[in-house]
């Protein structure tokens, strides 16, 4: 695992970009495993920024999100594949037919997992999977546990997690309380995972997820035992690390 702190959430965003773009640029026909939430927002802008000046062709790119709400429609403003169209699908080159998003609307739960896992499967996996880190230690959806759940699955979302997911809705009882997520072994399965995680209210599962013991009660700690991991994350997310690793402070390239 190499963990690369930064000064603050644009630096985060800037390095992050950095390696998603290398990625693009290397492999134009990657399949890129995305995020959405509050933390990839920087991340996505830079991104964008890039195509415009034409550094960044997504043309032959592939992208499959992590999860979607259950019982929101495509164009449902809170959707996230809303969130994916308006922050970034509809400023980029990437074809209409390479963008996969679970079903939100779909009426048998079961058939959308099997159906996604076979989506992923078929695309050849993730080359590069973006992460970010819920204040559960939740990755996707795939909310704390008595086991690892395996693949894409319909989970019923913490009250916590409604909680800070209440703040892109009109009040908390609008936010949905079950989506679909892409399950542990196809994150695991992607060939490098990029985690990103910004902000002192991270700091303690951040160290629990990097150097606690691993466990589904701590769904991020399982990427300890991913082989190609690079960890983000700001001074003030690192900040109850220090002295449990030996990174530095690196440049912005």
Not at 180 to 193: E, L, P, S, V, W
């Amino acid at each position: 695992m190499k963990i690369l702190q930064t000064s603050n959430y644009e630096e985060m965003s800037r390095r992050a970009a950095n390696i998603l773009a290398a990625q693009v640029t290397l492999f134009p026909q990657s399949v890129l495993g995305l995020a959405t939430g509050a933390t990839p927002l920087g991340i996505y802008r830079e991104l964008l920024r890039r195509y415009e000046t034409e550094e960044l062709d997504f043309s032959g790119v592939r992208s499959v999100n992590l999860d979607e709400y259950c019982g929101l429609s495509a164009g449902d403003p809170n959707s996230y594949r809303e969130y994916m169209r308006k922050n970034l699908f509809s400023h980029i080159n990437i074809r209409p037919e390479n963008v996969h998003i679970p079903d939100g609307m779909a009426a048998d739960a079961q058939e959308e997992c099997r159906r996604y896992d076979e989506l992923i499967s078929a695309l050849g996996g993730i080359d590069l999977q973006l992460l970010g880190l819920g204040m559960t230690g939740h990755i996707g959806f795939n909310e704390p546990n008595d086991s690892f759940d395996r693949h894409t699955h319909k989970v019923r979302l913490s009250e916590r997690t409604i909680a800070a997911n209440a703040r892109q809705f009109r009040s908390i009882d609008e936010v949905p309380r079950t989506a679909f997520t892409m399950g542990i072994g196809a994150i695991m399965q992607a060939k490098r995972i990029l985690l990103v995680v910004s902000g002192k209210h991270k700091a303690d599962i951040l160290k629990e997820a990097l150097f606690g013991p691993v466990t589904p009660r701590v769904p991020a700690s399982i990427l300890q035992f991913h082989p190609d991991v690079t960890v983000v994350a700001d001074e003030e997310a690192l900040s109850l690390s220090a002295g449990l690793w030996n990174g530095q402070k690196e440049e912005v390239l």
